[in-house]
């Protein structure tokens, strides 16, 4: 049974700082990549950032330079750092993890409950 518990979401005044934490329960061989989606209200999931086991990292445009993800293999655990927070950030936060298979090939994508990030003043 693979689980996701995300950490760290809540109440933040714009131009501040959050970081969120997700671990990922799991006895499998590994995990390959790890990320953030968000969805605010009313709009599509959308693709935040994502980082390979390798620690190879990838953002969207509007996240570049604001926000920094990382992950630690021995913890099983992604973070998004986040600074300079605006309004436009507001939104449940969702992590995954590309998990994979024990006995077979390829892995399958679980994800986190959602964390609430809102930037409001």
């Known amino acids: 049974q693979v689980q996701l518990v995300e950490s760290g979401g809540g109440l933040v005044q714009p131009g501040g700082s959050l970081t969120l934490s997700c671990a990922v329960s799991t006895s499998t061989v590994g995990i390959d990549a790890m990320g953030w989606y968000r969805q605010a209200t009313g709009n599509q999931r959308e693709w935040v950032a994502d980082?390979?086991?390798?620690?190879?990292?990838a953002y969207a445009d509007s996240e570049k330079g604001r926000f920094t993800i990382s992950r630690d293999n021995a913890k099983n655990t992604v973070y998004l750092q986040m600074n300079s927070l605006n309004p436009e950030d507001t939104a449940v936060y969702f992590c995954?993890?590309?998990?994979?298979?024990?006995?077979?090939?390829?892995?399958?994508?679980?994800w986190g409950q959602g964390t609430q990030v809102t930037v409001s003043s």
């Open positions: 995954f993890a590309d998990v994979r298979r024990i006995l077979a090939s390829g892995a399958d994508r679980y």
């Open positions: 980082i390979t086991s390798g620690g190879r990292s």
